[in-house]
């Protein structure tokens, strides 16, 4: 950086009339366009797999050139921010003193008026064999049966055990699905659940197609555009999470069912459904539903609808890995196909104890304790963001995410990362929005994606853990207004060798 040369002409000059380096730097950092000139970016620049490509003369990373033949696939958000997190102090030890809102993880412990949580697993002697690659026939029944339970009653078509795969966790569920996509163009949106973009890429078969979301149209999927590109761009398949993880918005009633139909007109649709319980309704008659699009499928065996959802988030056991994929018959037999070298099903005795807790009125009374505590956290959140003066601009109805706008923050913490650096030193995880962008690494210049004045909050955490990460986010934007940004932007604990032992 040349920090004097783009000196701005009358910063902060010192009683002599000259300006003092520091506030020449200060002034600099303020005007921050290119990443080059931020310190945080720089310690993302650093980590594996993190170069920009395209970029001539290539840099060589030798963390990427230690193993022949193997290429880092760059971090995910979720291990960048937890390295980062380690790199200032954070330990599993001392998780408590840190409140962590970048785990997209929901609370697991007991929440009001909730059926109590499962806290023994019976192993009998057979669960100790391998489990069948689609799974146990009795938790594929019942994952059929709450699904005609709750979206298909006085439907002619239901589905049954043979629509159903039981997989290890949602992204093995993914996995399984991107296996067996063949060469053709799939579809997924930006921003959108991190792991598309990686998982996509890993399967050389099929070419993922990005497409941007308008926070102008509170990122709605425009079904309309995306009936063109299927005609012009010949996409296959679509790939989307709904309710969508960052943003908290949802495709719900007549767009849902409209974009079902065009898994009728020989597109494939791959539904996330993970959030499908974490949605918030304005009236209290509302309470107690959720959103798939199971419901507005005609015939479960024609319609190439594939949903996937599991126990991470609606039941709150992200630990089990006991999750599933549903769609027509014989997508299900290519799952087993791709389970059987990807990952070998999912852990036998917790498929046997998930039967239970997939039990309708066990999971009517789930859900309903499950939106009324999310939603007083939500509230809560978004209440103390506004007395904090920083204002959601399109506060989530669904999920437990909030897709925050830094761009009214005074520079340099207006922007994701820098933001992100600045709350570590405060016991803060946040995640910085870039890692919802397309491949973030491998932009020439991260100021430019369109995610990058964005962090995602998660409310998933008790609400105490919440509050201690508001107290410092309302801290260091207190501090900013106060006595300016002069200490933000610089002084970052680069390394993990620097950190206390780990795990
Ligand atoms: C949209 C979405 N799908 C799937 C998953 C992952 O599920 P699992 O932890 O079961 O792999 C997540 C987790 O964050 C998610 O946000």
Not at 272 to 285: K, N, Q
Not at 316 to 327: E, S, T
Not at 431 to 436: A, D, H, K, M, R
Request: charged share 25%; aromatic share 8%.
């Amino acid at each position: 950086m040349s920090a004097t040369s783009s000196r701005p002409p009358s910063a902060f000059p010192s009683r002599s009339g000259t300006p003092h380096l520091r506030d020449v730097v200060h002034e600099v950092m303020r005007q921050f366009k290119h990443e080059k000139e931020s310190e945080a970016h720089q310690i993302f620049r650093q980590q594996a797999g993190h170069q920009p490509k395209g970029v001539f003369p290539e840099t060589v990373n030798p963390e990427e050139e230690t193993v022949p033949g193997i290429e880092h696939p760059g971090s995910t958000g979720v291990i960048y921010c937890s390295d980062r997190a380690i790199a200032n102090g954070f330990s599993y030890v001392n998780s408590h003193e840190w409140a962590n809102l970048g785990q997209g993880a929901p609370e697991v412990g007991p929440i009001p008026n909730a059926p109590s949580r499962p806290d023994s697993i019976p192993i009998p002697v057979d669960s100790l064999e391998y489990a069948p690659t689609t799974g146990v026939k009795a938790l594929r029944e019942a994952v059929a049966n709450l699904y005609n339970h709750t979206y298909r009653q006085g439907k002619a078509s239901q589905y049954t055990y043979e629509n159903v795969c039981i997989v290890p966790g949602g992204r093995a569920g993914l996995s399984r699905v991107a296996a067996v996509i063949s060469d053709v163009y799939c579809s997924y949106q930006i921003p959108d659940y991190t792991a598309y973009d990686q998982v996509l890429s890993a399967f050389k078969r099929l070419v993922p197609v990005p497409t941007a979301l308008d926070p102008k149209d509170k990122y709605r999927l425009d079904i309309e555009q995306t009936k063109k590109d299927i005609r012009t761009q010949g996409l296959a398949v679509i790939i989307a999470s709904n309710p969508r993880n960052p943003t908290g918005q949802m495709i719900a009633g007549k767009d849902l069912k409209e974009l079902v139909s065009l898994s009728r007109e020989g597109t494939t649709l791959i539904l996330d459904e993970f959030y499908s319980w974490y949605i918030y309704p304005e009236h209290e008659r509302d309470y107690g539903k959720s959103v798939s699009s199971a419901e507005y499928v005609e015939n479960v065996d024609a319609d190439s609808v594939i949903i996937i959802d599991g126990l991470t988030k609606n039941w709150r056991l992200p630990g089990w890995r006991v999750c599933w994929v549903m769609g027509p018959k014989n997508l299900i037999t290519a799952l087993s196909q791709s389970g059987s070298f990807l990952d070998g099903g999912a852990n036998h005795p917790m498929q046997l104890a998930a039967i239970p807790l997939l039990e309708p009125s066990r999971v009517a009374e789930e859900k309903l304790s499950l939106q009324k505590h999310f939603k007083t956290k939500r509230d809560h959140v978004l209440k103390r963001l506004h007395d904090i003066h920083l204002d959601v601009d399109i506060p989530p109805q669904a999920t437990f995410y909030i897709w925050l706008n830094l761009e009214k923050l005074p520079p340099p913490l207006n922007n994701g990362l820098t933001f992100f650096e600045e709350l570590l030193k405060e016991k803060t995880i946040v995640i910085p929005g870039i890692f919802f962008d397309i491949n973030p690494a491998h932009r020439r210049n991260l100021f430019n994606s369109p995610c990058h004045h964005f962090v995602r909050l998660s409310f998933g955490p008790p609400l105490e853990d919440l509050d201690k990460g508001l107290d410092a986010i309302e801290r260091v934007v207190k501090a900013a207004r106060k006595e300016g940004t002069r200490k933000f932007g610089h002084s970052y604990k680069k390394s993990l060798e620097k950190a206390p032992d780990q795990i």
